[in-house]
């Protein structure tokens, strides 16, 4: 078993790591390169008219219709819990939920969330994760097993 300062020790580490992993990749992407037009004589030139966007508000009626086109990072980082055996570390971020291999640090699993987390627990059995956010919720999640 490992003792209460290592483990802190650890815990700390990853979450350096996570941050910085969370980092990587929050630049947004580079602008396409616009592609020169060809030289044109007038009688063969093609007239191009704007095209007319339909912008509308975002109502009830057509919200169901928007799309994540992308997401940047992880969010930040507001907690951290070890589950008890030792296999999982789930981390609270403000976007939701990551469950990492402690072993690996590969992602296991991604649990969104409509509101920013802010704290995670196992229960000690370790197949339950209880979760509390921003909106003033609890929620209970089920963890996948590990290995």
Request: aromatic content about 6%; charged content about 20%.
């Amino acid at each position: 078993m490992i003792g209460t300062t290592s483990k802190r020790i650890f815990l700390c580490t990853i979450l350096i790591a996570l941050v910085l992993a969370g980092c990587e990749g929050a630049q947004p992407p580079a602008p396409a390169e616009e592609t020169p037009a060809a030289p044109s004589s007038p009688a063969s030139a093609v007239t191009q008219e704007p095209t007319e966007l339909l912008l509308a508000p975002i109502t009830t009626v057509n919200a169901e219709q928007l799309v994540e086109l992308a997401r940047y990072g992880k969010g930040k980082i507001r907690d951290v819990d070890w589950s008890p055996d030792g296999d999982l570390l789930a981390v609270a971020s403000t976007i939701g939920i990551w469950l990492y291999d402690a072993e690996t640090l590969e992602d296991i699993r991604y649990i969104e969330t409509d509101s920013g987390v802010t704290s995670v627990a196992f229960a000690p059995d370790g197949q339950t994760l209880a979760s509390g956010s921003h909106d003033g919720t609890v929620r209970l999640w089920g963890v996948p097993p590990v290995r």
